[in-house]
């Protein structure tokens, strides 16, 4: 049997939802909230779920989408508001209190594995309906006129099931089937590789210090960033190919207190990695999100580079924007928010993208992003081909000075802005 076909109906539902991620599982929230019937399905198994680490930087707005849901119950009581961030080069260092300038908004940390598991309690406690290791293998129909959309799903050995809506939501990543299941040609991918690559490392270890900290050196950059009381999260820029296991804990510990200046600025807090991973700073944008009755959130629309922590609070905003498209489409039949959907998330993608970008010339030498006059990255289409400068970049100004930022109010009041703000 053709494993991206299958035969009789297994389940139907108004919207079905790929992926129990933070945009998965707050549009599952509050369609469910809204008396609309959908269904999550989620490729990995329950006890898996709320084990992977990845976010922990939520801002103001997002914290304002969850408390309008009622979905923040956990953030609120264990999350922490953070609102500093410092800078070290071989200048100094200097520390701004970002919740004081701007708009006068900080972050609160909280895991991105507590959030999905508090958002996956909410979500089954009010009823809501979730297969897990349920993998979609293809959205079909999505552009068929009057054929509903379906999706074929493997749920284990036996031969795959087909679930069909009104709607599909693809909240299942990057790699998932909802990206895969869009036809070439039909939507425009913006892609830009930004030469840089991170090591993340989650260390079992309190944090070191009680700020965000960003380390530029001449080895490359460093980042701290707290997660919990006994965990906190570390970056070390690293050359293209390198595994993320070629070193020992102690000589990432030595190149990470080297790089941070600690013999200048005091010692990390030392324990055990818990998690490496190397990726590619990158951006991989579609437009428009949407392909007929298929629609995509978060990282399955778009994913940024985590330079400046977007990506979990733009699946958070997309989700609501969608949830309430797809609410006004099924029960006051106007289509005209979920005609608009696409036009108004990547509003906010465009803005997120632009900082990430920025925040990475900031901290890094980025020959391909920095040439000696501003010109426009261009798009790598699938093919690897060159083409049209992409209008989710727009010129870059030479690489902003670390002492500008450090001088002048002005500067100082954007960057607070766009750092918090989605
Ligand atoms: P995901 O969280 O990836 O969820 C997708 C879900 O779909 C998963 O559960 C997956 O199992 C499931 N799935 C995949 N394929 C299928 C399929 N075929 N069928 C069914 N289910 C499927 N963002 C911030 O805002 N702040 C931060 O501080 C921050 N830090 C980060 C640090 C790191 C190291 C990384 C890697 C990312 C960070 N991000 C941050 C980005 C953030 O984690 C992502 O943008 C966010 O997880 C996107 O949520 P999502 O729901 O779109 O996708």
Known sequence: MDSQRAGAVHGTAEVIILGAGPAGLVLGNILRAAGVDCVILERAARADLGTRARAGFLAANTVRVLDRHDLSDGLRRHGQPHSTCEFRTDGGRFRLDYASLGRGEGHTVYPQQYLVADLLAHYEGAGGRIRFAAEALAVRDADAGRTPPSVTVRTGDGDPVRWQGRYVAGCDGRHGAARRSIPPGAVRRHRIDLGVSWLGLLAEAPPSLDAVGYAVHSRGFAGH?????QVTRYYLQCARGTAAVDRSDAQLWDELELRMRAADHGPLHRGRFLQRAVFDLESDVLEPLRHGSLFLAGDAASLLSPSAAKGANL????????????????????TDALDGYSARALTHVRQAQRFSQWMIRLLHDVPDLAPATDTVPTTVSDSGDRSEPSPYHTPLQRRPC????????????WFAEQYVGV
Not at 225 to 229: N, V, Y
Not at 324 to 334: I, K, M, N, T, V
Not at 407 to 412: G, K, L
């Open 402 to 413: 670390l002492d500008t930022l450090r001088t002048s109010r002005a500067e100082q009041d």
């Open 225 to 229: 960033m707290a997660r919990t009381a």
């Open 315 to 334: 699946a958070v905003l997309e989700a609501e924007l969608l949830a309430d498209a797809l609410f006004a489409a099924l029960r006051h039949g106007s």
